[in-house]
């Protein structure tokens, strides 16, 4: 994209390609039956996704969110207001709600682009 001798029509073609590939990945939902542990059913959880920047799950009853931390390759727990943007991210998915933006935590920790630059 930086290359001086492309076109403005190639840079846009790439620009859509990549806008595009994006757009296959929009948020997708579904629902997963956990296996029991020690004697106890695990909840019945929901998973969003959300491109490459984040993975999420709620449970049924709304009371219990989390954004997988991939530096930490751990859950870590959502307070209420982002179990809110959650289940609306939920709805989005299943085309229960018109698009919007969502506040969420992402998974992966944000890095400048020019901090892997190390010339």
Known sequence: ?????????ERLDH?????????????RARRLARHSRAGRAAPRVDFLRLGRVGLYYLTADGREGAVWRSDAKRWQ?????????????????????????????????????NEGDAS
């Open 1 to 9: 994209m930086t290359d001086p001798d492309t076109t403005t029509a």
């Open 77 to 113: 727990a959502l307070d209420e207001a982002a179990r809110v943007e959650l289940r609306h991210g939920l709805r989005i998915a299943r085309d229960q709600r018109a698009p919007e933006l969502l506040t969420l935590p992402v998974s992966r920790p944000i890095t400048p682009a």
């Open 15 to 27: 620009l859509l390609a990549a806008w595009r590939s994006e757009l296959d990945s929009r948020p």
